[in-house]
Nanobody, 119 residues
Framework: QVQLVESGGGLVQVGDSLSLSCVVSGLTLSRYDIGWFRQAPGKERERVAQ????????TYADSVKGRFTMSREDAKKTVYLQMSSLKSEDTGVYYC????????????WGQGTQVTVSS
């Protein structure tokens, strides 16, 4: 059974930093691209960062470039999202998703972790 479990969310102030983790089980992580997504109230889910199966390519949404850093430790079956200089518009539920390398869609999702950035 595939499971993705996010943690690390919380309530922070504008300008603060926060680190999210996603622990993956039930699949061979090194064969999967991993994405971090977020969904704000009343908005569609958007991808904020993605890291390739081998860690060689990491991409970010324009809205988080220079502030968010995504990394992976396959030996620990964990993917991270380090967020800094947080803004109120970063508020939302953050999800990690897994996509088999060289495929088009994300197949597996975590339950999400809430991030609230207060001004």
């Amino acid at each position: 059974q595939v499971q993705l479990v996010e943690s690390g969310g919380g309530l922070v102030q504008v300008g603060d930093s926060l680190s999210l983790s996603c622990v993956v089980s039930g699949l061979t992580l090194s064969r999967y691209d991993i994405g971090w997504f977020r969904q704000a109230p009343g908005k569609e889910r958007e991808r904020v960062a993605q890291i390739s199966w081998n860690g060689g390519t990491t991409t970010y949404a324009d809205s988080v470039k220079g502030r968010f850093t995504m990394s992976r430790e396959d030996a620990k079956k964990t993917v991270y999202l380090q967020m800094s200089s947080l803004k109120s518009e970063d508020t939302g539920v953050y999800y990690c998703g897994a996509r088999r390398a060289f495929s088009s869609g994300y197949n597996y999702w975590g339950q999400g972790t809430q991030v609230t950035v207060s001004s």
